[in-house]
């Protein structure tokens, strides 16, 4: 039976980081609808073609189009085994999507992995990082802004996958090593329900 693992979290909270070594760890592929997208519009395929336009004007890519290019991805060999979703799904309409494609799969998901990390952590974190990266567009107004857009949208699915009983909260707000103990854990105990 494959594995789903979904990474969820406010934006720097370290899913992307945890996510990848787990992926590393358990041989399966990350997945990142951002970088699903720019590869479909690099590559020039047919789903690219519709969606480059949509990504240009700054709008977000439909649902639908995305579920479509998930398919895809799930269907390659490397990920016969299982995947990990590193900021997928971000909204309940997107859950709902997902838990469609997995059931059509036979899949289904098996851990949704909250890392959690207060506010003002995060609002530090980024700042750093763009300091680091000279990156001028993450100043602690727009990071804020991102994590109030996060509690609405996105914050929801707690209490979506809490309900599923597949919902893990883990503290994000202590050192790299010590937290993906916790993920690794976590996902040990999933795997033998």
């Known amino acids: ?23 590393v760890s ?10 699903l997208l720019r590869a479909h519009v690099k590559g020039g395929t047919e789903l690219g073609a519709i969606a480059k336009p949509i990504m240009e004007s700054g709008a977000l890519v439909p649902d639908e189009l ?6 895809q991805r799930l269907e390659e060999p490397d990920a016969k085994g299982g995947a990990l979703f590193d900021g997928y799904p971000r909204t309940l309409a997107q859950a709902e999507s ?4 997995l059931a059509e799969m036979g899949r ?20 750093k990082r763009a300091e680091i990266e000279g990156r001028a567009d993450d100043t602690p107004d ?21 309900k599923a009983g597949t ?27």
């Open 26 to 35: 358990l041989g399966i592929p990350q997945i990142s609808t951002g970088d």
């Open 66 to 71: 995305v579920t479509r290019m998930l398919k």
């Open 1 to 23: 039976m494959a594995s789903t693992i979904v990474f969820f979290g406010p934006p720097g909270s370290g899913k992307g980081t945890q996510a990848s070594r787990l992926a």
């Open 142 to 162: 727009t990071i804020r802004e991102r994590l109030r857009v996060y509690r609405e949208k996105t914050a929801p699915l707690a209490g979506r996958y809490a």
């Open 98 to 101: 997902l838990d469609g494609l």
């Open 167 to 193: 919902l893990v909260t883990i503290d994000g707000n202590r050192p790299v090593d010590t937290v993906a103990a916790d993920v690794a854990a976590a996902v040990r105990r999933a795997s033998s329900r």
């Open 108 to 127: 289904k998901v098996d851990a949704v992995l909250f890392i959690d990390v207060p506010d003002e952590p995060i609002v530090e974190r980024l700042v």
